[in-house]
């Protein structure tokens, strides 16, 4: 679904938001959430091998989304929704963990998470794991997010190359994540945004399928924003779908 909403700088954001089975997997351990009027956007991944992965997803996101409706308000400063996004992941953190203690069958259940709040010419991102946030300009595709990764840990020593990364066995293998452990650090970041700018959330299910290069194309293409993402996610699916594929996408307008 495609909605755009206004703030107070005179800045429109337009979102489409879905999330896919793929082509392998028999159920859907992502979810996510778009607020389409006060402009904010969560993506999490429940993560691979844990029993209950779906169910930390998903608990991650409704606790994120609830905090953030009770307490962002868009004359807010930065350091305030620093503040608010921080504690948002680490409250969703201590649910996960939590339930996973209450209940034996959950025990172990993770997720990743990212959350982009967009305000006028800045955008704020929150993040856990490897599910990423990417800015599409005229000059090529841009990662926001660093993976939290034994693989990225990797290239950042230069023991491995990013080509090598994408086909190590150990690529999915975070150094953080959600409900893993009784407390979390996640790393908040705040961008630039300007007129004509396109923001991709995506979980591990795209990136894993397709280039950097091939989503700039895909993104880049001027169709309705619902048709940029279904063109992301058949193309996932296309090359294997061998995971959940879940993708938000928002385009600024002045």
């Known amino acids: ?50 029993y209950g992965g779906d169910v930390a997803a998903k608990l991650g996101v409704d606790v994120v989304v609830r905090i953030l409706t009770r307490e962002f308000h868009s004359e807010m400063m930065t350091e305030q929704v620093q503040h608010v996004l921080t504690r948002a992941v680490e409250e969703a953190n201590d649910q996960i963990w939590l339930a996973g203690l209450m209940n034996p069958v959950y025990l172990g259940m993770g997720s990743t998470l990212v959350v982009a709040v967009f305000m006028g010419d800045m955008v704020m991102s929150a993040h856990v794991g490897d ?19 034994i693989v990225q840990e990797q290239i950042d020593e230069g023991l491995v190359s990013r080509e090598q990364a994408r086909h190590a066995p150990i690529r999915n293998m975070l150094t953080r994540g959600l409900g893993v452990m ?30 950097d290069d091939e989503i700039a194309q895909r993104l880049g293409r001027g169709n309705s924003l619902d048709g940029v993402v279904d063109d992301l996610i058949d193309s996932a699916n296309a090359r294997g779908g061998r995971d959940n594929v879940s993708v938000i996408v928002a385009r600024l307008r002045m």
């Open 182 to 211: 009784d407390v979390v650090v996640p790393e908040v970041g705040l961008h630039a945004a300007q007129d004509g700018d396109v923001f991709l959330l995506c979980s591990d299910g795209l990136t894993d399928m397709l280039e």
């Open 131 to 149: 599910s990423r946030l990417y800015r599409l300009r005229p000059a090529g595709l841009e990662q926001l997010t660093r993976d939290h990764s």
């Open 1 to 50: 679904m495609c909605a755009s909403g206004k703030d107070h700088s005179g800045f429109s954001v337009e979102f489409a938001a879905r999330s896919d089975v793929g082509r392998v997997r028999v159920r859907n351990e992502d979810a996510l959430h778009v607020d389409y009027q006060r402009g904010w956007a969560v993506l999490a991944d429940g993560m691979g091998g844990y």
